[in-house]
């Protein structure tokens, strides 16, 4: 077994063809992540013997005639992610020691479908970065190259996926956090549409923005995830009671008569050339093999990454007002008053980037601000929307990079946190409109970094960009 | 010295009568054990959401009907940021923008007639924890955290503390009336917190606005808004100026005390609560609501005159209270048409009088208006006598049962036969010649005494009226 190249749906075959049991596959994930984490630092923790029992159950249940798709399958999930009995730092000092009481209900559909919770992947602290390098722990490395940083936040998951530490994994996408490093990393990394995946029970950065979403192998394993996780959550009012179609199904669609559009700002001076030329690469393929391109206008663009990070910061300034020190978490040995309890615990517990986003949050709802800034955001994120509706009367999905660069240096912009949050230009727009997308790898630089090209699809758009991204990895790229 | 004018807004919260939290299925029995009536949700777990309670929405939005208010079809929710140990999230979900009812009123009486006081909106938010200081900590029990609390914010249209109280009677009728909440004070179902200015007479602007909070009883209200008038109106006429400034009152020490000026008022930083989507009521919903409202204690009061002939001061104070009203109806709804003044009549006597001995209310003793019905129709049909009746009452009231069983299992149906009673009216006679005698002489009043005594003799069964008419008869005939 070489869990390097397996993919999820060769896992689930093996384990319903008894080629391999649960526990074996399991046991080859850990021994994986046993010789190689040293050194990628994708893992934050792994029960292995919770994973073992779980492995083993889903034997027995296999012996007694049950089938799921994810039935045995390892997945490793981000560390923001709640799995009672498990913990869930969010990479923060502030939660070390926190151990989950409940189940997300994405972490429950896993469970209820039978799959093994491999570990708790690295994340840039509570979900803020780009790069991994904000975990409060350790710093994740590219396993196609141990100096360069994974992408983030979801850079642990990344790196596990493509460093074969793991068969997929879960990430979060607020403004990129999954496709971006998917890019980084070479793996494929799907942000739903807002609403299409429960937040019940994911650490919440920036509550109207963020989705949990499928990192895998292929496009295909991403499906498949995907189709686990999707669906209406009484626990969650902003899923939408929409019917979740078979995304497998939806894959088979194929290039011909698809209409791929290209918007025009994302194609401007300022990306990296080599990053830029796969992409090119992969569009005309695409047109040779049958697709339509059009060019489409995405107008507001330019305001996207103001827009996201006052509407981001803001909500983020409420969402982790709650770790106080009082309830759970870290708190400051001796305070002096209840403020104080507050003001050290928090200084103790939050990292750099945080306490820059709690801060900045803050003011742009200040009494004063909020109208030039969270007032004003709201409405350009309006236009930005409108955007992307209007666009997508005249193609069927977007073809875009993933980020302007492939991964760079750790350290190179971890001080330099406007460079890093400009890296998020073509990542953010979905968020702030509420539409998915999907990172597929589509070629390397010649250095041998990977570069991700994003497929966009509208709002519960997911078979789209799933049947485009499926024709470009199986037909065009191979 | 000029006359001033006293202007007094309220800003009403009311626990609505819903099962379960507002934003999770954490029970809201009240005097549980501390922090068991909790989940991840109200305690602000890392990852928990809120799930919109829809029945607090309806609540909330039939008390906006019965006020008279307008109900948006599109009313959103809001943080409000603030760091207190009381609420877990360190923001309370509250609605800021567009609350669910807006305008409305209520009517009460004052020295110089009936005054209107308008309503500005009502909007509907989380309560937060509740803190317990002991002598060397403090605790914080969160099973009230997440309450469903609407605030009903009135404008400044009261002009002292009387109108104050006169306003919450109103209002806490008419709540219960909806039966939105149980408006029980111990239980602190009901709190306002009030603003108050004062003003020379002739001048237009309102005065320098004070908020006072922390009062938990009307009576705490009243007292807070006489002393701050009081202190108000001893600084201005000395020539000193007001700061605006939230203050709390001190019940201990009957005094309110600065709590926060303007300058350090809090900045809550509000914003849409992007976990939960707009609540929209279509007309449909808010009609079928419509429907489902009871009436208004003054609509009621007038109904019930009209439907039972009963005077208007048994009408006000049966409506007073809407278990009582229903009480009421219900039994004389079982009675023969015309008996209404009579079931009222024992209602008003000795059922408020066994309710004011015993402490209970209406819904808390054994006696059903089905019993008060059928009580009242033995004593119509003369099947009892109005002492039986009276007896009876107290033990239908402890212990339940149905008064025509009780009379035939113990036999205490009326003797209304005249040959079973002339031996008593003889006996009667022959035992009190004095008083025969007496009546003999014109003393009518003597046959009264005689009435009474073939009473008991009858012990009590005998029917009062029959016994009078043969006593007339007996003592008319020749000796």
Same mark, same amino acid.
């Given at each position: 077994m070489n869990i390097l190249k397996l993919t999820l749906c060769e896992a689930a075959e093996g384990l319903r063809k008894k080629a391999f049991s649960s526990v074996e596959l399991t046991r080859e994930v850990l021994d994986a992540i046993e010789k190689k984490d040293g050194e990628l630092n994708a893992y934050l923790s792994v029960d292995a013997e919770g994973a073992l029992r779980q492995a083993a159950a889903a034997d027995a249940a296999r012996q007694s005639g049950r089938d799921h798709a994810l039935l045995g399958v390892p997945v490793g999930i981000k560390d923001l992610i709640n799995v009672e009995g498990q913990p869930c730092t969010c990479a923060s000092k502030i939660l070390q020691g926190f151990t989950s009481t409940y189940d997300a209900t994405v972490s429950a559909r896993l469970r209820e479908a039978g799959a093994v919770f491999a570990g708790r992947t690295n994340m840039d602290e509570f979900a803020m970065g780009s790069s991994t390098e904000g975990s409060a722990f350790k710093v994740t490395r590219n396993p196609h190259d141990l100096t360069r940083v994974p992408g983030g936040s979801s850079g642990g998951s990344a790196a596990a996926v493509?460093?074969?530490?793991?068969?997929?994994?879960?990430?979060?996408?607020?403004?990129?956090?999954?496709r971006q490093p998917s890019a980084f990393c070479g793996c494929v990394g799907l942000k739903p549409s807002y609403g299409r995946v429960s937040r019940y029970g994911v650490t919440a950065y920036a509550s109207s923005l963020d989705q949990v979403g499928p990192m895998t192998k292929t496009v295909e394993d991403a499906a498949v995830l995907l189709q686990a996780l999707a669906g209406r959550d009484a626990h969650d009012g902003t899923t939408l009671d929409v019917p979740v179609p078979d995304y497998r199904a939806a894959l088979r669609g194929g290039l011909k008569g698809l209409r791929i559009g290209l918007p025009k700002e994302y194609y401007v001076e300022g990306s990296d050339p080599e990053v830029m030329a796969c992409v090119r690469k992969a569009v005309d393929a695409c047109a040779a093999a049958g697709a339509e391109i059009v060019e489409v206008g995405l107008p507001h663009t330019e305001y996207a990454i103001a827009v996201y990070y006052i509407v981001a910061t803001a909500e983020a300034s409420a969402n982790l007002a709650r770790f106080d020190g009082v309830r759970y978490g870290h708190r400051t040995p001796r305070p002096d008053s209840v403020f104080d309890l507050y003001a050290k615990s928090r200084a103790d517990g939050f990292g750099t980037e945080v306490k820059r986003r709690i801060i900045l949050g803050t003011y742009v709802l200040s009494s004063g601000y909020?109208?030039?800034?969270?007032?004003?955001a709201q409405k350009v994120r309006t236009l930005i929307r409108q955007d992307f509706a209007e666009a997508f009367k005249q193609c069927d999905v977007m073809f875009t990079p993933v980020a302007p660069t492939p991964a760079y240096?750790?350290?190179?912009?971890s001080n330099d946190p406007l460079k890093m949050y400009l890296g998020d230009i073509f990542t953010v727009p979905a968020n702030l409109a509420g539409i998915c997308g999907i990172s597929v790898p589509c070629g390397k630089t010649a250095a041998g970094l990977p570069v991700g090209l994003q497929v966009l699809g509208p709002a519960f758009g997911e078979c789209a960009i799933l049947r485009a991204a499926y024709a470009y990895e199986q037909e065009v790229r191979a | 010295m000029s006359k001033y004018l006293i202007t007094i807004g309220l800003e009403t919260h009311v626990q609505l009568k819903t099962n379960t939290k507002m934003f999770c299925g954490c029970s809201l029995k009240f005097g549980a054990e501390p922090n068991t009536n909790v989940c991840?949700?109200?305690?602000?777990?890392?990852?928990a959401l809120p799930v919109m309670n829809r029945e607090a929405i309806k609540l909330t939005v039939m008390s906006g009907l019965m006020l008279g208010c307008e109900i948006n079809p599109r009313s959103t929710f809001d943080r409000k940021n603030y760091f207190y140990p009381d609420m877990s999230k360190d923001y309370q979900i509250s609605q800021n923008t567009h609350p669910l009812c807006l305008g409305g009123g209520v009517t009460i009486p004052t020295p110089t007639g009936a005054k209107r006081v308008r309503i500005n909106h009502i909007h509907l938010e989380e309560d937060a924890a509740k803190i317990n200081h002991y002598a060397r900590f403090s605790g914080v029990d969160f099973n009230r955290c997440g309450t469903p609390l609407m605030e009903i914010v009135s404008e400044p249209d009261l002009s002292s503390p009387d109108e104050a109280m006169e306003y919450l009677q109103a209002l806490k009728q008419i709540l219960m009336y909806a039966g939105v909440s149980d408006c029980n004070l111990e239980e602190g179902n009901l709190r306002s917190d009030v603003n108050i200015s004062v003003r020379p007479e002739g001048q237009e602007k309102l005065g320098t606005k004070v908020e006072i909070k922390n009062m938990n009883t009307f009576k705490g209200i009243y007292a807070a808004l006489e002393y701050e008038i009081a202190r108000q109106l001893n600084t201005v006429t000395r020539g000193g100026t007001l700061v605006q400034e939230t203050r709390r009152w001190e019940p201990d020490l009957g005094e309110t005390q600065s709590m926060r000026s303007k300058e350090n008022a809090h900045d809550y930083r509000y914003f849409p609560e992007p976990d939960l989507v707009p609540v929209s009521l279509s007309d449909e919903m808010i009609a079928e609501w419509r429907e489902a409202l009871p009436e208004l204690p003054t609509a009621r009061r007038e109904r019930m005159v009209a439907e039972y002939g009963i005077p208007e001061y048994d009408a006000g104070v049966l409506a007073d209270a809407k278990a009582n009203a229903d009480f009421f109806e219900a039994a004389a709804r079982a009675c023969a048409p015309g008996l209404g003044k009579t079931v009222s009549n024992w209602f008003m006597t000795e059922i408020m009088r066994l309710l004011s001995e015993t402490g209970?209310?209406?819904? $808390?003793?054994?006696?059903?208006?089905?019993?008060?019905?059928?009580?009242?129709t033995l004593v119509d049909k003369r099947v009892i006598n109005g002492p039986t009746a009276k007896e009876l009452l107290p033990e239908l009231f402890r212990e339940g049962g149905?008064? $025509?069983a009780l009379v035939k299992a113990r036999g205490l149906g009326q003797v209304s036969d005249s040959a079973a009673l002339e031996g008593f009216v003889a006996q009667a006679i022959a035992a009190n010649p004095k008083s025969a005698e007496d009546f003999r002489a014109g003393k009518k009043a003597a046959a009264g005494f005689l009435v009474g005594q073939v009473m008991k003799l009858s012990h009590g069964k005998a029917d009062p009226k029959l016994v009078g008419k043969l006593v007339a008869e007996k003592l008319a005939s020749p000796a």
């Open positions: 493509a460093g074969g530490e793991a068969i997929a994994a879960l990430g979060t996408d607020t403004g990129g956090s999954i909020y109208d030039a800034y969270y007032g004003r240096r750790i350290g190179e912009a | 991840p949700v109200c305690l602000g777990y890392p990852g209970t209310a209406i819904g $808390e003793c054994a006696l059903t208006p089905a019993a008060l019905a059928e009580l009242v149905m008064p $025509e």
